[in-house]
């Protein structure tokens, strides 16, 4: 079977955990918020919000389907949007704002190329010199967050053209927000790329094990390094929504989702060690996550109380999966002998 | 091991470049005054560097929690000293060590009974004291801490009267910093515990087969780091003067790098203290070196990455050569590398 293929039973019951969480999330903030929560105010707000945690938390996935990570990715994010403010900035001679659609056009071009460039050099960092992922995207990141805020000088850059802004905050089919249909094309996308293409496989059997993916005459490198232009590519789309909604660009917007989106990977089921991780598991984390966010937020609760939550959360999953994990569908088909691989079982440590 | 193989080697022959180079620019760097300054300001990071560097020895993901356990310590600790209305410095000492230990010995419990990668739990745990010390103290910054974390803090060893006047003289934090790293040093190379901990690095179940008490060893390097982060928030607040509850945090990944580019492997089993120290000093010096050559503040995080980048390049490029010269001759039954 493919990787990343699983039986019908294997996919519900890998899955269901999370659906269920997040159908309790959702009625525990409908009973807490009545008629607020479930508003279409609320869901609309929801849909506007999701995409740039959902992005960025798919970006740092698909670095991880390789067994490595992607701690530049928020900093990617924004470097793309102040390069492309920049660019737009000095096309029109200061007034962004005015900008037309050809120079819009090419500002995103340039700032996307910039981005990029980090990638391959990311990339070739990890691909070539073999530094440990953690490493080599930690250094781009301080690198980047370096660069932004030589860039700007530590100012924020705001005024931007309606186009701009519409990409972020606009709504083209009835009320649905522009970057939530940005979200759903991405998904769409890259369901055929992980799951349905010759890179997606080469790059699930490269997280599973990479000396048996050289043996099977698959170039590793070039891998590596399309998977994290992929990535950079999925951040600098983040760049591109985040400029819309914040009508500005700074270097050290959003830092804290670094963290956020390693938090959605784990709670989503995605093997850190590679190999491992469904689309729909990351997608329906990042739902999870944003709509306690959300939810607290509109309880009016101490931001920072929130911070303390996201701990105390993923301490009960682990908890929780530990308890459940032993008596779960898949540990009896892993006991039964029914598994699809060993590898898996071999990748965690002793009991 | 050769010492040009080292990484160790290739740090130190770095900070003598960059060295040399502040120095043919501003000669001010290689005074005694701004050399004290330099350790002053490094000690806190210096001291976070030594627990990271057990954790990273033991393998697994690198700990994160610290610098929110420092900050949880050093907020207590200087509330405790408010509240009795003095003190003195051991007793902030003893309160942060204590108070770290425990945090840091749950991150060690729940690794090892729920078998979770360390950098995930201690993600968790990170978010769950720094919130929770900003809900609990509503953000509120201690701008006055007692007495003795003034004379701790202002206490100068070797004291002489500066060209302008200015007392200065080496603080006792380098001296502190000194005193972790020796223990640190000691624990890891000259008692059994530092023989397991890198037994665990190298194999956990090899280890677990020689009869190592994995929990016991896990449980003390992860109190260990949680003391450490203890007494690093008390030298903070020496150093500072205030306890803000956001002051420290956001340290972390330029410590584990420090670590890192010093030699320690991301793998587990490897990792010395010295190499932890130079790093941190690599770090500390291209930020004075900022200083002293005029260049905006802006520049740094550049200057930082751009050091870890070249660093590690030039250490995987030294490897991979040493990989390829070598002849691998595959004994019978082993596993092809």
């Excluded at chain 1, 998904?187 to 997280?207: C, E, T």
Aim: glycine share 10%; proline share 3%; hydrophobic share 60%.
């Amino acid at each position: 079977m493919k990787p990343g293929q699983k039986s019908f039973l294997g996919r519900l019951s890998a899955d269901a955990p999370l659906l269920f969480i997040l159908i309790a999330m959702v009625v525990l903030m409908a009973l807490l918020l009545p008629g607020r929560f479930l508003a279409s105010y609320n869901l609309i707000n929801l849909a506007n919000q999701l995409p740039v945690l959902a992005l960025l938390s798919i970006g740092m996935m698909v670095s991880m389907l390789s067994g490595g990570i992607n701690l530049a990715i928020v900093a990617a994010a924004n470097f793309t949007g102040i390069v492309t403010a920049l660019t737009m900035n000095w096309l029109t001679g200061g007034a962004a704002a005015t900008a037309g659609l050809p120079v819009i056009l090419m500002s995103m071009a340039v700032g996307l190329a910039a981005c990029m460039v980090i990638a391959l050099l990311t990339g070739f960092l990890i691909a070539w010199l073999e530094i440990p992922p953690i490493l080599a995207t930690l250094g781009v990141m301080m690198l980047l967050d370096g660069l932004s805020i030589v860039m700007t000088r530590g100012y924020t850059l705001s005024g931007f053209p309606p186009f701009v802004i519409e990409i972020g905050n606009g709504s083209l089919l009835w009320a649905i927000p522009n970057a939530f249909v940005i979200l759903v094309l991405v998904i769409v996308a890259l369901h055929f790329v992980l799951n349905r293409s010759p890179f997606g496989f080469k790059l699930y059997m490269l997280g599973a094990n990479p000396r048996a993916a050289e043996y099977s005459n698959i170039d590793t490198r070039i891998v590596l390094m399309k998977q994290y232009a992929l990535s950079f590519l999925l951040a600098a789309l983040t760049g591109f929504i985040m400029m819309g909604q914040f009508n500005s660009v700074k270097a050290n917007y959003a830092e804290s989702y670094v963290l956020v989106t390693v938090l959605a990977c784990f709670l989503g089921g995605i093997n850190p060690f590679g190999g491992d991780g469904r689309l729909s598991g990351i997608v329906l984390a990042a739902v999870i996550l944003q709509t306690i966010s959300s939810g607290v937020n509109l309880l009016g609760v101490d931001p920072f109380f929130v911070t303390a939550m996201w701990g105390a959360i993923i301490l009960i999953v682990i908890a929780v999966s530990h308890v459940t994990g032993r008596y779960s569908v898949q540990t009896m088909i892993r006991a039964l002998g029914l598994g699809r691989d060993r590898a898996d079982a071999g990748s965690k440590t002793k009991e | 091991m050769k010492l040009f193989q080292r990484s160790e080697f290739y740090l130190l022959v770095l900070i003598a470049l960059i060295c040399i180079f502040i120095t043919s620019q501003n000669p001010n760097f290689l005074t005694l005054q701004n050399i004290y300054g330099v350790l002053r300001s490094a000690s806190v990071n210096g001291i976070f560097a030594v627990g990271v560097l057990f954790v990273l020895i033991l393998g697994g993901t690198p700990d994160v929690s610290f610098p929110a356990i420092a900050q949880v310590t050093q907020y207590v600790a200087v509330l405790a000293l408010i509240a009795i209305g003095g003190g003195n410095i051991a007793l902030a000492f003893a309160i942060a060590i204590v108070l770290g230990a425990v945090m840091g010995a749950l991150n060690g419990i729940i690794i090892q009974v729920f078998r979770v990668t360390t950098i995930v739990v201690t993600i968790a745990t990170f978010n769950l004291y720094f919130g929770m010390l900003y809900v609990l103290s509503r953000g509120d910054v201690l701008f006055e801490v007692p007495r003795p974390f003034h004379d701790f803090g202002g206490t100068l060893l070797f004291a002489r009267e500066g060209a302008n006047g200015a007392v200065y003289g080496l603080s006792l934090l380098p001296v502190l910093w000194l005193a972790v790293m020796i223990a640190g040093w000691f624990i890891l190379r000259r008692t059994m515990l530092g023989r397991s901990i890198f037994a665990m690095g190298g194999d956990e179940v090899s280890a677990v087969r020689i009869g190592v008490n994995t929990f016991a060893v896990r449980l003390f390097v992860f109190a260990f780091v949680g003391a450490l982060a203890g007494v690093a928030g008390i030298a903070h607040a020496s150093l500072v003067l205030s306890a803000i509850p956001n002051s420290i945090v956001g340290v972390e990944l330029e410590v584990i790098a420090a670590v890192v580019l010093g030699g320690a492997s991301l793998f587990g089993g490897k990792g010395t203290v010295t190499g932890a120290m130079l790093g941190v000093l690599l770090f500390a010096i291209l930020r004075n070196g900022l200083v002293l050559l005029n260049i905006s503040s802006y520049w740094y995080d550049v200057t930082i990455g751009v050091a870890i980048i070249l660093g590690m390049s030039a250490n995987a490029w030294q490897q991979l050569r040493a990989r390829r010269n070598q002849v691998h001759v595959a004994v019978e039954g082993e596993a092809p590398r």
